[in-house]
């Protein structure tokens, strides 16, 4: 289910979804014209590479018309030893950035009416075991400061819509 990664073997997965594949209606957003449940799918993280000292994991609609795509999460500060990120609660010391939506947590995928966007997870294995991240700052900010200290990423694609109105 990996579409890239630098290194053979470190892969984020997911257990319900396929790459390219429709995301659930669950995961979409319930709000701007979606009903779903706002649920974020279960993470794994395999086969990371050697030297990583923590986590950071983004997801982001790269077609969403802003002319920068859209942050619909961003969470850093996960520990070195994580293998799972469950659809609930985050590890112990993990923060969010804030989103596109200008607060921080998960907001699902709700493309516009009639259109399909792709959706892409990335975990980013980092060479620091915290990031210092300023506490007012946005999705793109945060990932300023992730890929300053990534050693390795490896993601996967969703799709999402079209929907009707």
């Known amino acids: 289910m990996t579409d890239s990664n630098l290194s053979d073997g470190f892969c984020l997965s997911c257990p319900t979804l ?3 594949a429709g995301i659930a209606a669950e995961q979409y957003l319930n709000d701007f014209g979606c009903t779903g449940e706002n649920e974020r799918p279960t993470l794994k993280i395999s086969n990371p590479p050697n030297g990583v000292k923590s986590f950071a994991v983004t997801f982001y609609d790269e077609d969403a018309p802003t002319g920068s795509g ?6 850093y500060n996960l520990p070195a030893d994580t293998v799972l990120l469950p659809s609930g609660d985050l590890p112990e010391g993990a923060l969010e950035a804030n989103s596109d939506f ?3 947590g998960y907001f699902g995928p709700c493309p ?3 259109r399909e966007h792709r959706y892409t997870f990335t975990v980013h294995a980092l060479d620091v075991e915290q990031l210092d991240i300023p506490d007012v700052h946005t999705g793109a900010l945060a990932g300023f400061f992730i890929y300053q200290h ?3 990423k490896a993601s996967f694609t969703v799709k999402a819509g079209p929907r009707s109105g």
């Open 102 to 104: 200008g607060v921080p």
């Open 150 to 152: 990534t050693i390795d």
């Open 18 to 20: 396929e790459a390219y």
């Open 112 to 114: 516009p009416v009639g």
């Open 70 to 75: 859209f942050w619909h999460w961003v969470v």
